[in-house]
């Protein structure tokens, strides 16, 4: 633990020495507010803690942070543990930076937790690309919509699920991009797909807001 | 059976035939492909519930739940399993029953009743557990005045069994079970729990009365128990939440200080209840799924 910042230290030791839930909440969330890049590595270390509460704060924290939090958030995922895993994805989904594309690919396909395939597909959906991050990588976008479109037949309806609503944040990102026309033709007959024939009603019902939301089928319908 | 995670894991087996019961929370962990397809070992499973060693009987049963097996052979068999005798524990307890009992309620045949009815009078615990759970999930009113019989004497009879770590009966399945089961009769017998000393039973109790009575006084009980200092509770509460439908608690369940899987089961159990008589874009349903892909 690096605490270079001198005003977090005493705010690191009350983690530490948290005695209950409560307390530990209210310590997490008392560093996550000095919004110290110094308080990165502490921040991570309380998403393997086994506390939801704790975690979601950590979590909020990280993706106040933002792009400072990738390198460390990337290097220190938790193989051992999904909760802490899951956790470290979604903050990598929220902050959106295009480096945990990689990562969040993979851990779509193939992390055998729900919880961590619904951070990472939710991620892919959401990434902020720059025009230079495609320079010399063109697949970017046919292995992500082959890897949504791969999961949006997951027998578990939260994975379909997520992958619906990372249709509907990729194709609203990438609408007005040429080179994606036929990917995102692809993906709006999956949505369709979902939306009529899929055996969950809560999944037809998201396929259905993401139409709406991206205004291709009228409300009324 | 012949993938090496589909063998009986005996460590597993061993837990699970103490008297503890089944953690609900441990389906995060199992891979998604553990959920697929119809098993073409089914049959072997079936006839697994006669083998010679009693594990194995007791895995079949619990397999041909956790895969849905709906095959009129296995329900009979399971039936059967009902009656065994010869699967106990060293406090007398009957494990294959139980298995049996939480397999019916995972097939859907209403067959099953009659038999699941005798389980109530179990002298074990956790069959008549089972039994009650399982008559929720099969949904049939004939079974309403035996689950009634469990809750006489009321709560004063309703104190821990000597020395063991339940009640004298499983009341909080068979409170849910009359609150599933639309048993408006039972109002005035279940009401008193909701003031029972320990908590899961109180929340049993006001998950029950709210699906009896409707009245929101119930219902904010279980919103307000999502801030409990045990984890369990909340988890608890929130499966309440789900159960009851109680699309007010959106927010609350979106917030509670527990893992987001359990919080998006809870808000999909809001929004069927709500599409059940609304469509996919009124605004409830959209705020509702705006609040779940939070959570993804």
Request: aromatic letters at 6%; charged letters at 20%.
């Amino acid at each position: 633990m690096i605490a270079t910042d001198p005003a977090i230290e005493p705010l690191i030791t009350a983690i530490a020495q948290a005695d209950s839930p409560a307390t530990l909440i209210g310590a997490v969330r008392a560093l996550a507010q000095t919004a110290s890049l110094s308080a990165i590595p502490t921040l991570i270390e309380v998403l393997g803690y086994n506390n939801p509460g704790a975690a979601s704060v950590a979590v909020a924290g990280l993706v106040q942070m933002g792009e400072a939090a990738v390198p460390l958030l990337l290097e220190q995922i938790d193989d051992y543990n999904y909760g802490a895993r899951a956790s470290s994805l979604r903050a990598l989904a929220a902050i959106a930076d295009p480096r945990a594309f990689e990562v969040l690919l993979e851990a779509a396909a193939t992390d055998f937790a729900p919880s961590v395939r619904r951070a990472a597909i939710k991620g892919l959906g959401t990434l902020r690309w720059q025009p230079r991050d495609l320079d010399g990588q063109p697949s970017i976008h046919d292995r992500t919509v082959s890897t949504l479109l791969l999961v949006s037949h997951d027998s578990d309806w939260t994975i379909r699920y997520a992958a619906i609503a990372a249709f509907q944040s990729w194709i609203f990102t990438l609408q007005n991009c040429s080179e994606t026309t036929d990917l995102t033709r692809q993906a709006l007959e999956r949505l369709e797909h979902l939306r009529q024939t899929d055996e969950d009603e809560v999944v037809r019902a998201r396929a259905s807001m993401a139409q709406h939301q991206l205004t291709i089928v009228p409300y009324a319908q | 059976m012949d993938s090496p995670s589909k063998q009986p894991d005996l460590a597993n087996v061993q837990f699970l035939a103490t008297e503890q019961a089944i953690p609900p929370e441990a389906h995060e962990a199992i891979p998604p492909e553990a959920h697929e397809a119809i098993p073409p070992e089914a049959h072997e499973a079936i006839a697994n519930l006669r083998h010679e060693d009693l594990s194995i009987r007791y895995y079949a049963a619990w397999w041909l739940g956790k895969f849905r097996v709906r095959d009129v052979v296995a329900v009979d068999a399971l039936i059967a399993a009902l009656d065994d005798d010869a699967n106990r524990t060293a406090m007398g307890g009957y494990p294959l029953r139980r298995n049996a009992a939480r397999a019916l309620g995972k097939l859907g045949d209403k067959r099953a009743v009659a038999a699941l009815i005798r389980c109530l009078d179990c002298s074990d615990f956790y069959v008549r557990e089972a039994a009650a759970q399982a008559l929720e999930a099969l949904g049939d009113a004939s079974c309403i005045s035996a689950l009634l019989s469990l809750l006489d004497g009321g709560v004063d009879a309703a104190q821990f069994a000597p020395g063991l770590p339940h009640l004298v009966q499983p009341y909080e399945a068979v409170i849910e079970a009359l609150g599933t089961l639309h048993a408006t009769e039972a109002v005035e017998q279940i009401r008193p729990f909701a003031d029972h000393g320990v908590e899961r039973v109180r929340y049993a109790a006001m998950r029950s009365l709210y699906q009896l009575t409707h009245d929101p006084y119930y219902a904010e009980h279980l919103v307000g128990a999502l801030s409990s200092s045990e984890v369990q509770l909340r988890r608890s509460a929130l499966a309440d939440l789900g159960a009851i439908g109680y699309v007010p608690a959106a927010s609350a369940i979106a917030q509670a200080p527990v893992e987001n899987s359990f919080k998006l089961l809870a808000l999909k159990g809001l929004l069927g209840h709500h599409l059940s008589e609304n469509d996919a874009h009124s605004e409830a349903a959209i705020r509702l799924m705006t609040l779940m892909d939070t959570l993804l």
